[in-house]
């Protein structure tokens, strides 16, 4: 037992308060805490979406103006401002366009057409999956660029390409 106790020990430090590491990781964690509180409940109420799913969109993002930036500047590329802010604009459209669908959803239900929430549910699935399929396609355009090429993300696009059209024949029946 005192074996157990001994592996154990590392645990008083994590909460001795009085020493300064514990109290700046205290800090750090409050500030994240908070952060992602933010984030999560901004993307629940005015985007529709998980405060994950709004990381992840967020993330692909970065991924793919960071990708683009090296894709340029190996082919000799000369970097242009007006291409981040080119960026900024995207990803705001992007909320943008899950804003007025939520808004959409919402109004519609709150005027007595709640039998049309599932489908607006669905379609606002569908957006944000577009718009992630859109960045991977452009992430995986940019790693290519840059000599790396990734058969998963084709394996990805292949089967988004079979469910879009897949859904175009049962909406044009």
Same mark, same amino acid.
């Given at each position: 037992?005192?074996?157990? %106790?001994? #592996?154990?020990?590392?645990?008083?430090?994590?909460?001795?308060?009085?020493?300064?590491?514990?109290?700046?990781? =205290?800090?750090?964690?409050? +500030?994240?805490?908070?952060?992602?509180?933010?984030?999560?409940?901004?993307?629940? =109420? +005015?985007?529709?979406?998980?405060?994950?799913?709004?990381?992840?969109?967020?993330?692909? %993002?970065? !991924?793919?103006?960071? !990708? $683009?930036?090296?894709?340029?500047?190996?082919? /000799?590329?000369?970097?242009?401002?007006?291409? $981040?802010? /080119?960026?900024?604009?995207?990803?705001?459209?992007?909320?943008?366009?899950?804003?007025?669908?939520?808004?959409?959803?919402?109004?519609?239900?709150?005027? $007595?057409?709640?039998? %049309?929430?599932?489908?607006?549910?669905?379609? #606002?699935?569908? +957006?944000?999956?577009?718009?992630? %399929?859109?960045?991977?396609?452009?992430?995986?355009?940019?790693?290519?660029?840059? $000599? #790396?090429?990734?058969?998963?993300? /084709?394996?990805?696009?292949?089967?988004?390409?079979?469910?879009?059209?897949?859904?175009?024949?049962?909406?044009?029946?």
């Amino acid at each position: 037992m005192k074996e157990v %106790m001994e #592996h154990l020990a590392f645990l008083t430090r994590l909460f001795d308060f009085a020493d300064m590491k514990v109290k700046i990781a =205290s800090f750090y964690g409050v +500030i994240a805490s908070t952060l992602l509180t933010i984030i999560s409940t901004f993307s629940v =109420s +005015i985007l529709g979406i998980s405060g994950g799913l709004f990381l992840l969109l967020f993330t692909i %993002m970065i !991924t793919d103006y960071i !990708t $683009g930036l090296r894709a340029s500047k190996k082919e /000799g590329l000369r970097f242009i401002s007006k291409k $981040g802010l /080119g960026w900024v604009f995207k990803f705001g459209s992007y909320l943008i366009v899950l804003s007025v669908s939520l808004s959409l959803r919402r109004e519609l239900c709150a005027n $007595g057409f709640e039998w %049309m929430e599932v489908p607006l549910i669905a379609i #606002h699935f569908y +957006i944000l999956v577009h718009i992630l %399929m859109w960045e991977l396609k452009s992430v995986d355009e940019n790693f290519k660029r840059l $000599g #790396h090429e990734f058969k998963v993300l /084709g394996l990805i696009t292949s089967i988004f390409l079979i469910v879009q059209d897949t859904l175009k024949k049962k909406i044009e029946k």
